[in-house]
């Protein structure tokens, strides 16, 4: 919603003031579908050129996130670290049990009752893999976390090539605006000897492909490129989390500590009220009781 309301801003703020200042948008109008051929066209095939196909339904997938914001909300991760704790009290209290959740996520009846979680591939393959190699005797904390934070930083890494593509373009269109603008001059400079009347138009129309360069630029692209990793970067913080509980576990904490290390290092704008995660959590082991 607040992405629609900056765009509408955006357009209200430069053509209202535009207008109010006296322009007329005729000469605009008139000029616009062949500007943004040019300018656009040319946008979207340097696009195509720098990026492979892959590449290309990535960002245009990604776009949606500057309209939907990030996947993770706050309740999202209070079911996180309630998933993480049942699974920590299993695996010490009956490491046989806990086998057949990680092994097989898809039918496991803790998983699924976090639909949302169970559902994310990345999510649930760091959960299962870490306590994998946990129960493989592989429970070096520090190597765990160092393992650990190199696949999360290669995911962030993917995760984030559709706001440097989308970068790239806001990048180039203001040369682009600039070339539209420099064909517009020549095409004028070919209608010289007209009057000036006529010249006026000419030039103004070579003017709108400079004008809508930067305004594309900055005005659109260039904010979508921020949100997009903006968004990106808060969704990271989920997965951070599992590496926070996890890793606390490897240390032998008890698993409300280890639970309450990963609420804490959450971002305080998603981070599950205390009482309100204590509540969940008595929940489960009343459950389990």
Same mark, same amino acid.
């Given at each position: ?10 357009? #209200?703020? *430069? ?40 590449? *290309? ?17 706050? /309740? ?6 309630? @998933?993480? =704790?049942?699974?920590? %009290? ?10 057949? $959740?990680?092994? /097989? ?14 559902? /994310?591939?990345?999510?649930?393959? @760091?959960?299962?893999?870490?306590? %994998? ?15 650990? !934070?190199? +696949?999360? /930083? ?30 517009? *001059?020549?095409?004028t400079m070919g209608s010289i000897d ?29 904010? =979508? #490129? ?14 951070? @989390?599992? +590496? ?15 639970? !309450? *290390?990963? %609420?804490?290092?959450?971002?305080? $704008?998603? +981070? ?8 969940? @959590? ?8």
């Amino acid at each position: 919603m607040i992405g629609i309301i900056g765009i509408v801003c955006i357009f #209200a703020m *430069v053509f209202g003031g535009y207008l109010a200042a006296g322009g007329k948008m005729a000469i605009i109008l008139k000029s616009l579908p062949f500007e943004m051929m040019m300018i656009g066209g040319a946008a979207v095939g340097a696009f195509l050129i720098s990026n492979d196909m892959g590449g *290309v339904k990535h960002t245009a997938k990604d776009m949606a996130k500057v309209f939907k914001g990030a996947k993770w909300k706050p /309740d999202d991760y209070r079911d996180l670290l309630c @998933l993480l =704790f049942a699974l920590i %009290r299993i695996a010490r209290q009956n490491p046989v049990e806990v086998e057949q $959740h990680i092994e /097989d996520p898809e039918n496991s009846s803790l998983f699924s009752k976090y639909p949302k979680i169970q559902a /994310d591939k990345e999510a649930v393959d @760091l959960i299962c893999d870490t306590m %994998r190699s946990a129960s493989m005797n592989y429970d070096d904390p520090h190597q765990v976390e160092e393992v650990l !934070e190199k +696949r999360m /930083d290669a995911n962030l890494h993917h995760a984030l090539h559709s706001s440097h593509a989308l970068q790239t373009v806001a990048d180039g269109l203001p040369a682009l605006g600039i070339v539209a603008a420099v064909l517009g *001059v020549i095409k004028t400079m070919g209608s010289i000897d007209q009057p000036p009347e006529v010249l006026g138009k000419l030039i103004g129309g070579a003017l709108v492909g400079t004008f809508l360069g930067v305004f594309l630029a900055y005005g659109l692209v260039g904010p =979508f #490129a921020s949100k997009v990793k903006a968004v990106v970067e808060e969704d990271a913080h989920f997965y951070q @989390l599992i +590496r926070e509980v996890l890793v606390a576990n490897l240390h032998n904490h008890a698993a409300a500590i280890c639970i !309450e *290390v990963g %609420r804490q290092n959450t971002p305080s $704008h998603i +981070r599950p009220k205390f009482a309100d995660l204590e509540e969940a @959590l008595k929940a489960i082991k009343q459950d389990a009781a």
